[in-house]
């Protein structure tokens, strides 16, 4: 048989970095205002391209999307108890419990691994105040079942769109729905500004808020502390990194767009055998190619799969596993059978831009050897 070994690592990602001279005329700019954080002069101008880029009206940028979903909790005044899915980043759920919220996990459907609008009604209490879903993978949750219950239950919705950005659903910018989005602009996202992330939102309101309570709780006018804050503010040197990969996006979602496909061709055998199944964008969908997963079909597949590919020198990535539901750090209730069951059998692919079509079809092979 043929060597399948990689001399180099192929690694589940690779940050998305422009030209480098591109970066040092916006340091150069940033030595000469002499202002390195606290709403900067490129962070303004970022904030402005951003909204222009995503056809949205209001956008608050802050130092990870992390920090971000943390503010939007506190901006909204949630309390009691928050249904969200299990099938998610550690993030997410951590925003919630670190507001000294209850997560509440509602399961999550078989073919998107979103949270399942039908299992949200029976999980409504008097104490709950929200419902938090993951457009994971970005693929969209079904907006429009979330709006419909939210609405009925007088219940407010932020998306963790961590995964999400550019992507639209009927035309219409995927951050659009709900209270509150939230894009991570995280090294390993499709768009990253190194750490960063953002807050999209309706309500022009909450802008005070935001910037209050990313800055310590300190209003932006008054100089009061009106608030119980946080520290999460952007820097210069974020903004100017995400002001510059905003020129290279479209391109970038493009060439993942082929790596995407040219995966898929590769392993269409293994698929059509039902060895496993790639999770594809949905229709209607401007999708952004962050992932290229696959599911098998038992853990130890999975496993055996993880285990294996680093003998080649190629690193998958076990994403999300576990359920955030077993975290062992929490006590939460368990009874989600279709998260468990997607957190045990998948696998994310590398996909970064650095990838040839060769590499791609080196990678398709050694799975195919170690799943036949
Ligand atoms: C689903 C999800 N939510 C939240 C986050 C947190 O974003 P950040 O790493 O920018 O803090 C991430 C990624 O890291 C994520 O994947």
Request: net charge negative.
């Amino acid at each position: 048989m043929e060597n399948l070994k990689f001399n180099e690592p192929i690694l589940v990602t690779r940050p998305l970095l422009p030209p480098i001279e591109e970066y040092e005329e916006k340091l150069n700019e940033i030595w000469e205002n002499r202002w390195i954080t606290n709403n900067g002069p490129i962070e303004r101008e970022f904030q402005e391209k951003l909204k222009e880029f995503l056809s949205v009206d209001n956008i608050e940028l802050f130092v990870n999307g992390h920090s971000s979903l943390e503010v939007a909790i506190k901006a909204l005044n949630l309390t009691g108890e928050v249904i969200t899915t299990p099938f998610t980043f550690a993030s997410t759920i951590q925003a919630i419990v670190n507001n000294g919220l209850t997560p509440v996990f509602a399961d999550v459907d078989k073919e998107y691994y979103n949270l399942n609008p039908d299992n949200i009604e029976e999980l409504i209490t008097d104490k709950t105040s929200a419902i938090m879903p993951v457009h994971v993978f970005g693929n969209p949750c079904d907006v429009d079942k979330i709006e419909k219950i939210a609405k009925k239950h007088d219940l407010k919705v932020i998306y963790d769109a961590a995964h999400a950005f550019g992507v639209k659903i009927n035309d219409n910018p995927i951050a659009s729905y709900g209270d509150i989005s939230m894009f991570s602009f995280h090294a390993t996202k499709v768009f990253n500004t190194i750490e960063g992330g953002a807050l999209i939102y309706d309500d022009p309101e909450l802008e005070y808020k935001f910037k209050s309570i990313k800055n310590f709780g300190i209003t932006p006018d008054k100089e009061e502390i009106q608030f119980l804050g946080i520290n999460a503010k952007m820097n210069e040197f974020e903004a100017a990194m995400g002001l510059i990969n905003l020129n290279h996006i479209e391109e970038a979602i493009a060439k993942r767009k082929i790596i995407y496909e040219k995966y898929l061709e590769c392993l269409s055998g293994l698929e059509n055998e039902g060895v496993i199944k790639v999770l594809r964008p949905m229709k209607n969908v401007d999708y952004n190619y962050s992932y290229f997963t696959v599911k098998l079909n038992t853990f130890e597949e999975k496993n055996h799969l993880f285990e294996k590919l680093p003998e080649y020198n190629v690193y998958a990535k076990r994403y999300f596993y576990p359920p955030c539901n077993e975290f062992p750090a929490y006590d939460f209730d368990k009874n989600t059978p279709i998260a468990k069951n997607i957190s045990d059998t998948i696998l994310s692919l590398p996909l970064y831009l650095d990838l040839t079509v060769e590499d791609i079809e080196k990678i398709c092979k050694i799975i195919e050897y170690e799943l036949k």
